[in-house]
């Protein structure tokens, strides 16, 4: 649970508040965005759900899926009002309801340094600062930073609202990093410059600091492959050198998976169907974030040569994806599993993971055995249509890990761009 806070009226702690939430939930982590202030609410409007229910009822026996409205515009993402004025809530009580393992929960506190900010900050595991670069909110962030420290709650760092460049007095704030600056917008929650910047903020959170303020959140010896339940189902992320098989249909939207996985770091893109043009076509396309892979495309004649000649490169701690692997899988068993052999030992030897796409179809290649077998991972991506009219449910299932510790359960892949009415979960 993090809190979202800064003793300036009008910095942006709101939309912050959103902004953020939507973006953990681009990256598939549930997460709901909360209103603390009592006396000026306003995540409904910004969120643009209604005013009711509130965080009230959750001192009550109503459930979290009943009181969380879902944003309208990020599929597992809710929004909880803040409780009216008169209404006396024990936030400590209404706020450890919403405790989980599995969903990021962020808390919009009320602007001033009084009580009201005291009680939602207290029960938050960290807290992010939210400034303008104004001189008069650079002054009342630092008044919030001095508060969050008495109270010893771990200042995960600060995001700078509306500003081009980040002031020179922020970058010199002793243990409070600036993990982003979020730039001017008629629409922020729908801006593509400010959704990325977002994006990036969510990013920069996951990987250099804990939900708790002090430790990251993963073994920093693992790579993350950019979903943050399945990392978490391998404890962190794969381990470098691992060679990756994705096997799905090609409609089930495996081709996304693999463009979002280029955004925690550089990826060698090799296509084997597409031209490189296409693929940056493709990656654009994504409303979530995406890397800037090297793509090469590899002829019909010579494709794995020239992916040799290719891998043979590969920089240290990076991606490799084989877009299809199918035509390879095609070619002399021999040869292809020599180039297995031979990508392995470069993918241990640089720390990097490979992922093979591996597409199924009406008839499969010769040599798929040899690929899962090889590989010391196989994801298979499947599409599910749960009702008529409703949207179509992505699953991963982790069919095979060598190293220890991996669930066995199948990890739904949430897709950002997608909208959903209200569920029986409520959001």
């Known amino acids: 649970m993090i809190a979202i806070a800064g003793a300036k009226g009008g ?76 209404n006396r809530v024990n936030f400590e009580v209404a706020l450890d309801r919403l405790e989980s393992d599995t969903v990021r929960t962020f808390v919009d506190c009320p602007s001033g340094a009084g009580i009201d900010v005291v009680e939602p900050l207290s029960a938050a595991e960290g807290v992010i600062v939210v400034t303008t670069d104004s001189e008069r909110s650079i002054s009342a962030a630092e008044t919030t930073i001095e508060i969050a420290r008495r109270l010893e709650v771990p200042i995960l760092g600060t995001v700078v609202n509306r500003c081009e460049s980040v002031p020179q007095t922020i970058r010199s704030w002793t243990d409070v990093p600036v993990l982003g600056r979020v730039p ?22 996951a990987t250099r600091t804990a939900m708790d303020g002090s430790a990251p959140p993963y073994d920093e010896d693992l790579l993350r492959t950019g979903y943050d339940p399945l990392d978490r189902a391998f404890g962190g992320g794969l381990e470098p050198g691992s060679m990756v098989a994705v096997v799905a249909a090609p409609a089930s939207r495996s081709e996304r998976f693999l463009s979002e996985t280029t955004a925690v770091r550089g990826t060698l893109y090799l296509s084997t169907e597409r031209s490189p043009a296409n693929v940056q076509r493709a990656l654009e396309s994504v409303p979530t974030a995406t890397g800037k892979p090297t793509v090469r495309r590899l002829s019909d004649e010579n494709g794995i040569a020239e ?39 470069q993918l241990v030897e640089t720390g990097s993971i490979g992922l093979l796409h591996c597409l199924k179809g009406h008839t499969i290649p010769s040599n798929r055995t040899v690929t899962t077998h090889a590989a010391d991972a196989v994801f298979e991506i499947t599409a599910v249509t749960p009702e008529t009219g409703a949207n179509v449910e992505h699953y991963l299932s982790i069919l095979k890990y060598r190293a220890d510790g991996a669930t066995t359960e199948a990890i739904e892949l949430e897709f950002g761009e997608e909208t959903v009415a209200p569920n029986s979960n409520g959001f």
């Open 307 to 345: 992916a040799r000649s290719m891998t043979d490169k590969l920089p240290a701690s990076s991606t490799l994806i084989v877009d299809p692997v199918n035509a390879f899988e095609r070619d002399g068993r021999d040869e292809y599993v020599s180039f297995l052999d031979d990508l392995k030992e």
């Open 184 to 205: 001017d917008g008629t629409a922020p929650l729908t801006d593509e410059a400010t959704r990325a910047a977002y994006d990036e903020i969510a990013a920069t959170i």
């Open 11 to 86: 910095c942006g702690k709101t939309v912050t508040t959103i902004g953020l939430a939507e973006a953990v939930g681009r990256r598939g982590t549930t997460s709901i965005a909360v209103d603390a202030d009592c006396q000026l609410p306003n995540l409904h409007v910004a969120g643009g759900v209604d005013r009711t229910p509130t965080l009230a009822a959750l001192e009550s026996d109503a459930t979290v899926e009943s009181v969380v409205q879902p944003s309208p515009r990020t599929s597992n993402v809710g929004l909880l009002s803040a409780p009216e004025s008169s």
